[in-house]
């Protein structure tokens, strides 16, 4: 089991930060890989970043090079620094946790972080 927990959602103008947290905990939680999503209002959730196992980033289209994530292993969290924050980016943001045993998987979702862009 893994339990995922997001925090640093907030408020900000167009143009500022907000930096995301993703704490993963349990029995599986150090393997885990973990992953950030968004649900913006009306439209389904989107992939929008995730580590792969050599450290790099991957990102989607719409926050390449103003989104970052990185990780602290020894905390099993990972992190999603957003800059240059624009009004498309209001979303609920999630962390997914993705753990294998054996040939399976398994994902957990924590609840969300609200991120609102407005004047």
């Known amino acids: 089991q893994v339990h995922v927990a997001e925090s640093g959602g907030g408020l900000v103008q167009p143009g500022g930060s907000l930096r995301l947290s993703c704490a993963a905990s349990g029995s599986r939680a150090r393997d885990a890989a973990l992953s950030w999503y968004r649900q913006p209002p009306g439209k389904q959730r989107e992939w929008l970043a995730s580590?792969?196992?050599?450290?790099?980033?991957d990102y989607a289209d719409p926050v390449k090079g103003r989104f970052t994530i990185s990780s602290d292993n020894a905390k099993n969290t990972v992190y999603l620094q957003m800059d240059s924050l624009k009004f498309e980016d209001t979303a609920v943001y999630y962390c997914?946790?993705?753990?294998?045993?054996?040939?399976?998987?398994?994902?957990?979702w924590g609840r969300g972080t609200q991120v609102t862009v407005s004047t």
């Open positions: 997914k946790a993705t753990a294998s045993v054996g040939v399976r998987f398994y994902e957990y």
């Open positions: 580590l792969s196992g050599s450290g790099k980033g």
